[in-house]
């Protein structure tokens, strides 16, 4: 299965900020998901982001919101901007392994936005 | 419409019994994943079991087993002999299998499982 590491494990911000959230994946994944989970709420899929394409967004997420980077097949960040205390969240990042089909999650990165 | 739905909000289970969480979903995919994962209260998520929708016999994976009933459109978590540390939220997860639809993981809304001693 793959290894998937995030950065910063937790993060209390000011409103108005900006914060990256990185993602690494221990193996080359074609598909990477980004995930927000607002407190005492289920997973909520932001985007996926293919290597080499736009990211993907779902409805209610825009991308000057939520810019995201796939530089390559193991890497991905995303940035949560212009902060306010309604980002208060777990977000987390997701790849897929196509050969077991199963799909697994990082460490989550928690942000608290004051 | 409700793509997956865990009617149970919490659940109590005495050390060392059997529980059941369920899970029904929704979908007209014939191709279709379905998944569970453990989070505790640290936030991650843990993958615990997978059914795939073509498969025929239920999925196990040690002390956890996926009770896989199609026609029902059900796909309740089984945990056998529960321990302290399986106390944490349960999620239901589907994933619809062609481009369609994105390849997405859609989540219910969870249930969390307490454990007592």
């Known amino acids: 299965s793959a290894v998937i590491s995030q950065k910063p494990s937790r993060d209390i911000c000011q409103r108005g900020t900006s914060l990256t959230i990185q993602c690494q994946v221990d193996?080359?994944?074609?598909?990477m998901f980004w995930y927000r989970q607002q407190p005492g709420q289920s997973l909520t899929l932001i985007a996926t982001?293919?290597?080499?394409?736009?990211?993907?967004?779902e409805s209610g997420f825009v991308i000057d919101k939520f810019p995201i980077s796939r530089p390559n097949l193991t890497f991905s960040t995303l940035t949560v901007s212009n902060m306010s205390p309604e980002d208060s969240s777990i977000y987390l990042c997701?790849?897929?392994?196509?050969?077991?089909?199963?799909?697994?999650f990082g460490p989550g990165t928690r942000l608290t936005v004051l | 419409a409700q793509k997956i739905t865990q009617t149970q909000p919490g659940m109590f289970v005495q050390e060392k019994e059997a529980v059941t969480l369920d899970c029904t979903y929704d979908t007209s995919d014939p191709s279709y994943g379905l998944f569970w994962y453990k989070q505790p209260s640290s936030g991650e998520m843990i993958f615990l079991i997978y059914q795939g929708s073509y498969d025929q016999q239920n999925a196990t994976e040690g002390r956890y087993s996926l009770n896989f009933q199609k026609a029902r459109k059900s796909a309740n978590l089984v945990i056998s002999a529960s321990q302290l540390g399986d106390s944490a939220m349960y999620f239901c997860?589907?994933?619809?299998?062609?481009?369609?639809?994105?390849?997405?993981?859609?989540f219910g809304a969870g249930t969390i499982l307490r454990v007592k001693s």
């Open positions: 982001a293919n290597q080499g394409s736009e990211a993907t967004y």
């Open positions: 997860a589907m994933r619809e299998g062609t481009m369609e639809y994105g390849n997405k993981l859609v």
């Open positions: 193996s080359q994944v074609t598909m």
């Open positions: 997701s790849s897929r392994d196509f050969i077991t089909d199963t799909q697994y």
